[in-house]
């Protein structure tokens, strides 16, 4: 049998195995991709729809305001202020929509999440070492979890 090219045999072997690998992909990609895929961008135009179509959990600072507007107005006077309740709380749409509903209670590892000592946070962000700060109990006991500056 002759040869149509005259190409070693390993080198052969190695365009035969990367036209393969490439058929693969390409049929992989044509089954396996979304039919909506690209329909807005590099997106799946269909996960605009599932997500839109997702309960919401977040209540918002809003509906905080509206039953607990002098903790918020408390709150705006201090460092916390910029900061959303559900945040802290956890997500409080059912506590909104049912008053019965218990939100989350503050406890020292929501306190820790944000202040404890961590090199990448901005310097004037309030920090502790959470080993040698008042390791006895929590936060609460020297804090006001809404007004962290003023004294129980």
Known sequence: MRRLFKMPPQLLRICLLAVGVVAAYSIARYFLTPPSFRQYGWYRGEALGELAAREPIYGGKKSCEECHSDISLKLSKHEHKTLSCEGCHGPGKAHGDNPDVNMEKLNYG???????????????????????????????????????????
């Open 110 to 152: 929501l306190c820790l999440r944000c202040h404890e000592a961590n090199p990448s946070r901005p310097k004037w962000h309030k920090q502790i070492v959470s080993k040698t700060h008042y390791t006895i109990s929590k936060c609460t006991e020297c804090h006001f979890s809404h007004m962290p500056d003023e004294v129980p």
